[in-house]
Structures are given as structure tokens and as C-alpha cells.
């Protein structure tokens, strides 16, 4: 089957530093990779459509300056959290396009 | 635009008892339709999809969903619940233009709780 590889599974940082979530699709190449964001008890809301060789596709209210996307090969998307701050603090799921969306296991990111 | 419905926030069900989770989408398009299982910090696992064909498909851990367009419905079931099921189901809706590459809209997920 297909299989999403994110890592870090759980990261904690300061405020103010930066944090880099990686999204990998192990067995299958990937053009179209999707990065969701889900607060606690609530469902996934799509931050954006990362596209292998071009510029991500931010949804409405979505910082672009604070979530940066690159996806650099058809296996690897990553998403950084620039200048992180406690309101960021959320569990991140990426997911991985062949077809239909095979998802990620998510990022617990807690910012202090 | 597109909207997924799931009324039901929190389903308690004994083991062995049959279950029903309700979906109801808004979709201008042909809809392709998802459920997916979340276990407690975990990612998305797919149960089934309706892409089209048989309105009745059959998905993973003996779950089914039936599709009926006159009801924008997209309810998901099993006949018998075992412990295990316990987790959150999301229903979600997604374009037809390129064969599922498209976002997913999800809903707000069903928390299903089983006693023994």
C-alpha cells in the first residue's frame, strides 16, 4: 500500500524559533502533497495544496509568511512554522496525493 | 462550495451492536467521497471511497457505506462493533476533475465510544 512517512511525530519549542515538519511518501511519487491543520476535538481544516515545483497554494487565512512550503521532489514536502508561538501549538497532518489522499501519522507541535 | 455534514458529534454503541454514522455533503460536481478513521494522535486511515459504479461499497475492518445522491448521503456502517472501533470517523467530500488529487472537504467527525 501507500505509505506517508511525517516526522517529527511530536516536537516541542520555544517561542520565536522555528520548526520544520517533513512529509514523505515512502512507495509512490507524489505531485500534489496537502498540509492540514486540527485543533483538539475538531476536524482537519486544509492550510494548503503543496505541488511539486511550484508555489504552494495557500487557503483563505492561511499566513503564507508563517507557513512555509516547499516540495522539493515528488517524495518529500516540508512545512516549516516560522516564528513560532503559542497559538500555533496544533497537531499537523500532511497527506500525500496517488490517486486519493493517503495521510501522514501527524505532528504534535507545542509551542511554549 | 463544497460542505460535509456529520450531525452526530459523540455515538455510544455496545460491542456487538450495529452501527450507523450519518454523512450528508454539498457538492456542485460528480463527488468523490471518503470516510477515514482517526485513532487518539494519530494520522487518517482510509475506510472507503465512492468514486462511482455500485451506490454500496464495502471498506476495510467490515465497514460499508451506501451513496444516494437523492439524499446527498453518504452514511457509513457495521453490522457488529468490536472495541476496537472505537476512534473518530471523518466523512469528507473531494472534486472528480483529477481523479481524487483534488482537496478534501472534511466534516466534523463522529467520536464513537463502545461499552462493553
Known amino acids: 500500500g501507500a505509505v506517508v512517512s511525517q516526522h517529527p511525530s511530536r516536537v516541542i519549542c520555544k517561542s520565536g524559533t522555528s520548526v520544520k515538519i517533513e512529509c514523505r511518501s515512502l512507495?509512490?511519487?507524489?505531485?500534489?502533497m496537502f498540509w492540514y491543520r486540527q485543533f483538539p476535538k475538531q476536524s482537519l481544516m486544509l492550510m494548503a495544496t503543496s505541488n511539486e515545483g511550484s508555489k504552494a497554494t495557500y487557503e483563505q487565512g492561511v499566513e503564507k509568511d508563517k507557513f512555509l512550503i516547499n516540495h522539493a521532489s515528488l517524495t518529500l514536502s516540508t512545512l516549516t512554522v516560522t516564528s513560532a508561538h503559542p497559538e500555533d501549538s496544533s497537531f499537523y497532518i500532511c497527506s500525500a496525493a496517488k490517486n486519493i489522499q493517503y495521510f501522514g501519522a501527524g505532528t504534535r507541535l507545542s509551542v511554549l | 462550495a463544497q460542505s460535509v455534514t456529520q450531525p452526530d458529534i459523540h455515538i455510544t454503541v455496545s460491542e456487538g451492536a450495529s452501527l450507523e454514522l450519518r454523512c450528508n455533503y454539498s457538492y456542485g460536481a460528480t463527488p468523490y467521497l471518503f470516510w477515514y478513521v482517526q485513532s487518539p494522535g494519530q494520522g487518517l486511515q482510509l475506510l472507503l471511497k465512492?468514486?462511482?459504479?455500485?451506490?454500496l461499497v464495502q471498506g476495510i475492518k467490515g465497514f460499508e457505506a451506501e451513496f444516494k445522491r437523492s439524499q446527498s448521503s453518504f452514511n457509513l456502517r457495521k453490522p457488529s462493533v468490536h472495541w476496537s472501533d472505537a476512534a473518530e470517523y471523518f466523512c469528507a467530500v473531494g472534486g472528480a476533475l483529477d481523479f481524487g488529487n483534488e482537496k478534501l472537504t472534511f466534516g466534523t467527525g463522529t467520536r464513537l465510544t463502545i461499552i462493553p
Open positions: 465512492y468514486f462511482s459504479g455500485d451506490t
Open positions: 512507495d509512490f511519487q507524489a505531485t500534489t
